[in-house]
């Protein structure tokens, strides 16, 4: 089946610095999104990005389909954006299948 | 408009025991879908309705799990008996089709925490 790889694995930035999130996938997909789990758990859908770029706010995302890869960047990191960011693809079932995960932690 | 609403929040049983959660879409999805997470992973797929309708159940473990969207509108996992293994945060999301760009943008609650013992 399709595997879908995110890194780093984990990452620590302190308040106000940027970062980059990586996921590559390994076959064509339909539909990729990105999602933040905050500490409590709650999965928040940030972007819908099966191609091209977004950006809403501080988040911007940018996803190459032909290449099989989609970076997701926070500018200005807040302890708010602590958690785990997942990248999520779909392929013709409509089954979105989860990557591994990226564990961001903001210091103050 | 209210999200997607779990309960319970958070389950302790022992195992052996049956146990079940239950979920209400958003208004108006007609896609509902139940996730598995394990620590320290990504959410996996059990299983997914179109309206009443299982339409993929392949990952659902059918011994021991059966779930159920009778109206097609909220819906009901059961396990029956648990194992030490299925402790894990049961998620449930709901979806419609965005017509103008063909997304199917999904909306996950808050999930159910179960612990066994």
């Known amino acids: 089946g399709i595997q879908v790889e995110q890194s780093p694995p984990d990452l620590i930035l302190q308040e106000g610095a940027n970062s980059t999130l990586r996921c590559n996938f390994s076959?064509?997909?339909?539909?990729l999104q990105w999602f933040h789990q905050n500490p409590w758990g709650q999965l928040i859908n940030l972007f819908y990005?099966?191609?091209g770029t977004k950006q809403n706010g501080r988040l911007s995302a940018t996803t190459v389909a032909t290449e099989r890869y989609s970076l997701l960047y926070i500018s200005s990191s807040q302890t708010t954006d602590s958690g785990v960011y997942f990248c999520?693809?779909?392929?013709?079932?409509?089954?979105?299948?989860f990557g591994t995960g990226t564990r961001l932690q903001v210091f103050p | 408009e209210a999200g997607v609403v779990q309960s319970p929040r958070y389950k302790i049983i022992e195992k052996k025991q049956p146990v079940a959660f239950w979920c209400n879409p958003i208004s108006g999805h007609n896609t509902l879908y139940w996730y598995r997470q394990n620590l320290g992973q990504g959410p996996e797929l059990l299983i997914r309705?179109?309206?009443?309708?299982?339409?993929?159940d392949s990952q659902l473990p059918k011994d021991r799990f059966s779930a159920e969207r009778l109206k097609g509108v909220d819906s009901t996992l059961k396990i029956q008996p648990a194992e030490l293994g299925d402790s894990a945060v049961y998620l449930c999301?709901?979806?419609?089709?965005?017509?103008?760009?063909?997304?199917?943008?999904?909306?996950f609650g808050a999930g159910s925490r179960l612990t066994v013992l």
């Open positions: 990005i099966p191609s």
């Open positions: 076959d064509s997909v339909n539909n």
């Open positions: 309705y179109e309206n009443e309708e299982a339409v993929d």
């Open positions: 999520a693809v779909e392929i013709n079932t409509d089954k979105l299948i």
């Open positions: 999301a709901s979806s419609l089709w965005q017509d103008n760009s063909g997304a199917n943008v999904l909306t």
